[in-house]
Each structure stands twice: as C-alpha cells, then as structure tokens.
C-alpha cells in the first residue's frame, strides 16, 4: 500500500479493479456478531453434546438455505461462490471437528469457532484458490453463531445515502446482494483483482479497489473520492472539484454503456466480443446483449450441490439451455469441468489433497475415470445436436501437447470442436505445439496469472503480483497469441483481464481474436475497441509489454490513449 500526501489530499493506493469515479460518504461494514450477545447465550442451556450438536446442525440448515435462496436469486459469478458457500456450510468435515470439539468440553460457540479456525488454517497454508475460502469461512462462522445466540445474521446494512463500503474483505454474500443504487464503490484492505468481491463487483458494475491498506483507519462519514481506474482512495479532496469529476466521469461510462457494436476497431479490424455464463437463465440473459456468442460455459456450476453424476441425457438437457439461445448462428464454447480445489464436486473431485490448486483438478479428473469425461462429452454432443447451435468444447488444466491431443480426439469424433484452456504456464509456452493438435486456445487470466507469478491472489501483500497486467503474464499471452496467428487458429481470452477495456486493448493488440467476460462488460470494451486503430493496439501492446510493473503498464496505456 502506497499513501502520498498531495497537498491538503490524501492518497490511499490499492489495486484498481472496477473504473469509474465515483465521491460520497464512508460506509464502514464490520458485520462481526456482538460479544455482549454470545456471553449472555453461554452454553446456551444445551445440557449435553447430542443437544449442542443438533443446535449446531440448526443453525447450519438455517444459514445454508440462506446460501441457496440467495444463489438462486443472483447469476454468473454471484451464484456460483454462494452456491459454493452453501455446500461449504454443510461440509461434513466441519462438523466433525465441532463435534469433537463439543466432546472435548467445549461450549457450541466455541466449538464452532475452533472448527473453523482449523480449517481456515488448513486452506490458507494450502495457498491458490483453495486460500480464498478462508474469508467464506469466516462469513459462515459469523453466520452460525449469529444463529445459535440469537441475532441477526451479520451483513453490510443497507446505507441511507448513496456511500462507499468499506471493509477488510467482503464475503460473497454480501457482495451479490449489493444495490448499485446506494453502494458508489467498493474498497476493501484484502483481496486481489480477482478475489471473489473484484469478480461479483465486476459483474455489478460498481467501482471497486482492493488490497488498500489504511482504507479502515479512514473514519465513518468521511467523504472521499474513489478512482477505480486508478485503484486510490482520496481524502480530503474539494466537494465541487470532486463533483466535476464524477460527473465526467459518469458521462463517459454512459457513452460506453450505449455501444451496440459491431465489435471491431476504429479502422475494422473485427474482434469477437463473447459472454461468460453459467446456466440456461445467464444464457438467455446475455444473449440479449452484443455478443457474439458465449466463450465459457462453466458447467461445474450445474453440478456444485450434486451427489451423484448426471447420466448424459440428463447432462444434454441442462446444456441444451444454454446452447438453445445462440443456435441463431453463434456459437458457444463449453468447458468440460473444472471441478477441484474451491470448486469441490462430490461425484467427481478427491478429498484429502494437501494442495488441491496444483493437485487432481480439470481435465486431471479424467485421468482415473474417464467415463467422467465420455459422459459429459456425450452430453454435450446431445445438447448440440438437439438445439443445432456450433458447439465448441475445451478442456481446463491442460499441461502437456499429450493431454491436448488426446482430449481433442475424443471431442472430434463427436463433430465437436475441440480446444484447450491456457492456464498453466507450460501450456502457454506450447501453444504453437498445443495449435498443431487443436483447433483453439482460450487463455484463462485467473488462474494463468496466479500460476505464473506463484502468488495466492487471496494475499493482499501479493495483490500486485496477482495482477494480469504483470508484465511476465502479458508475455504469456503475447506468446500464446502469436501461435494463434502463425497457425491462423483463433486465441481467446476468457480471464477476468477480458473485461477491463484498457487491457483489452493490448490483448487485441497482441493478436488475441476474442474476449469473453460477464456480459455487463462488454459494451464498455467494445465502445472502447471501436475507438482505437489496431496499429494503436499494437503500440499499446508494446508499452504495456516493456513496462516495468502494473501501474507503470497501465499508466503508459493511458497515455498512449491519449495521444491517439
């Protein structure tokens, strides 16, 4: 964290993950259960361990079904981690240890307390994704004993006036249920730009930085400008000042809001704009929108609270949901699951793994069991052939030209396309051996960046690191992109550096073909592309390249931008 004194303005620097510019009061969210609260509740008059234990399996029935109503209220990226949250409430794992806990003669609040704690250490020593269940933790500890004693459960409360959160971290169930009407922005100390608060923030539209420290220390009331392009905090900045730059800053995200397309650049180059989407309601939802058809299809989402496999009829009649939208003459990419490390899925992941972000996960899961595999893509061959829409089909995780080859020769037979995700640096550093055995590539930022920078995107002391804009992981994706022309094969990229439209620039200017995101990204990116010539993308892409950190690369963006 950086804090520059500029005059009478104070500087709180973070990561920037959402642009705009927004100014308004502090609202400051610690959503912790009162301990006046849990100290009159004590034992809770639970006489016994059987007693103590069915309170606890209450309270878990309470706060799971919470879980679930609001998944099935929220879409995309929302539903999914409280979907996850839901199943993470239930683990039976948990229980065990409160259980124990409870027989070694502690009360049911500690019990729990203890239980998570020792989970919580376990997933942030595991690091990676698995890291990043620590604050869902949390949350549902907060939630459980906010049962058990009594009280509400704890949650950002609903601002008067329109206000800036701020928080250490938010959990994703209280990010999904934010009203953009009365929340300006978003900062919170921990998290990185692709932590679950960035990506639910991301798809509501809301400015956001994270990774600010200092952001709590700024007191309740305070007015303060938040430039989520910049990713800073401002204190003590004129009112009417502040004034004129939200409103330029409003107007120019409105202009970009009102893009129809056709995606392409300024002198026509064309550049496939696709949509992100997890279910048929997703789908359905951005078909509506300028894109050019879906470019991930995550379809472990379907599967998170199953116990059982869905056989393949099954399978095609969920795929068929999202395929039916776009059978119009868009097509759809679909990846098979990336069930493993926070993504747990009882029919298909292991248990036990002591590093689930580098263990069995993806395409891995196959290995010992391909009828895993067969059934899906069997499933997704049905679901094409009923809606007749070009079906695409690519697998995650893929480390070798091998696993490539032998993945695209089970997808072709089926009159699939086949492809493979680039998230592992190998992979990345093959693409043009990869492009000699499959048809496309589509680069997932994500998990790419935390991969080949070996940093927790969790670690808010590594939220730099984390940052797609790292000049290391734009050479992956230059390099990736490269192959894609020199084999004239189509590279996307479908990572959440998709949806930022001054980083979109460069991935064109790289030679990436398509950009997938939330779907409410996408007219900011391609009002964005439609305003530069490519030659000015590929300049981009060379600044950016060069560049010696993030900011430095954002910065030399920016103004390249506006020179042009």
């Not at 196959?366 to 094409?384: E, R, T, Y």
């Amino acid at each position: 964290m950086v804090t520059v004194e500029v005059g009478t303005t104070r500087i709180l620097q973070g990561t920037p993950v959402v642009p705009g510019v927004v100014a308004g009061p502090v609202l400051r969210v610690v959503g912790e259960v009162s301990e006046e609260a849990v100290a009159r509740y004590g034992d809770g008059g639970l006489a016994d361990e059987d007693a103590a234990l069915a309170a606890y399996d209450a309270s878990v029935l309470e706060v799971a079904d919470s879980f679930a109503r609001k998944a099935a209220a929220a879409h995309g990226a929302a539903a999914e981690v409280l979907a996850a949250s839901a199943g993470l409430t239930r683990d039976k794992g948990l229980r065990g240890a409160v259980a124990k806990a409870l027989g070694q003669g502690s009360d049911v609040v500690t019990a729990v307390r203890a239980a998570v704690e020792q989970f919580v250490s376990v997933f942030t020593g595991m690091g990676g994704l698995m890291a990043e269940r620590a604050t869902d933790l949390r949350d549902i500890e907060r939630r459980l004993v906010a049962h058990l004693v009594g009280e509400p459960e704890p949650g950002v409360p609903t601002p008067s006036v329109p206000s800036v959160l701020l928080a250490a971290d938010l959990a994703p169930s209280d990010t999904a249920g934010l009203d953009p009407a009365l929340v300006l922005a978003i900062v919170t100390e921990r998290g990185g730009p692709t932590s679950h608060t960035a990506i639910i923030a991301r798809q509501l539209g809301i400015p956001c930085v994270v990774g600010c420290r200092g952001a709590l220390e700024v007191a309740a009331g305070t007015f303060v400008v938040v430039d989520g392009e910049g990713g800073r905090v401002e204190l003590g900045v004129d009112e009417l000042a502040a004034a004129d730059r939200v409103e330029a800053s409003r107007v120019a995200r409105e202009a970009l809001a009102a893009w129809r397309g056709p995606a392409q650049t300024a002198d026509g180059t064309p550049v496939k704009l696709l949509a992100n989407v997890a279910d048929g309601t997703t789908a359905e939802s951005a078909a509506g929108e300028p894109v050019q058809g879906v470019g991930l299809f995550r379809t472990e989402l379907c599967f998170l609270d199953r116990r059982d496999e869905p056989d393949a009829e099954e399978q095609a009649a969920i795929y068929a949901e999202v395929l039916r939208p776009y059978a119009d003459g868009r097509h759809v990419v679909v990846r098979t699951l990336d069930a493993g490390s926070d993504k747990p899925i009882a029919f298909a992941t292991h248990e036990g793994e002591e590093n689930p972000a580098l263990g069995v996960r993806g395409l891995r899961l196959s290995f010992d069991n391909p009828g895993l595999m067969d059934h899906q893509l069997d499933g997704i061959q049905l679901a094409a052939e009923s809606t007749g829409t070009e079906t695409w089909v690519m697998a995650p995780m893929v480390a070798t030209v091998a696993e490539a080859a032998d993945f695209a020769a089970k997808v072709r037979p089926r009159g699939l396309k086949p492809g493979v995700m680039v998230e592992i640096p190998s992979a990345a550093l093959l693409a043009y051996r990869m492009l000699e055995v499959v048809d496309f590539l589509s680069i997932g930022t994500n998990d790419l960046t935390q991969y080949a920078m070996a940093a927790d995107r969790m670690a808010t002391d590594l939220a730099h690191l984390t940052d797609p804009w790292q000049p290391a992981v734009l050479q992956l994706i230059a390099i990736t992109a490269e192959a894609g022309r020199n084999a004239r094969k189509p590279v996307g990229v479908c990572g959440e550096a998709a949806a930022d439209p001054l980083l979109a620039v460069c991935l064109v200017g790289m030679g990436v073909t398509s950009l997938s995101m939330a779907a409410r990204a996408v007219r900011p990116v391609g009002a964005q592309l439609a305003r530069v010539h490519m030659e000015t993308c590929e300049h981009a892409a060379e600044v950016a390249l060069a560049a010696s950190d993030p900011m430095a690369a954002r910065q030399a963006v920016r103004d390249l931008l506006a020179e042009a």
